[in-house]
């Protein structure tokens, strides 16, 4: 449960995150709904990796 928990915490934090980014709408849609479609692989590739990138990937 608390694991659970964890992953809907950081999942919702992620897209909060996401939205604040200036990209696109459409962007920030791809962006979120893999983040909440792929679990915590795609939590651990987008705190590690994308959060930093997201931007040069959508202008």
Do not use: Q, R
């Not at 659970?4 to 996401?18: C, F, Q, T």
């Amino acid at each position: 449960m608390i694991i659970y928990l964890i992953g809907l915490v950081l999942s919702v934090m992620a897209v909060i995150d996401i939205l604040k980014k200036p990209i696109s709408l459409v962007g920030k849609v791809i962006c979120s709904v893999l983040v909440l479609c792929t679990s915590w692989l795609g939590l651990i590739v987008y705190f590690l990796y994308a959060k930093n990138h997201i931007t040069e990937w959508f202008k």
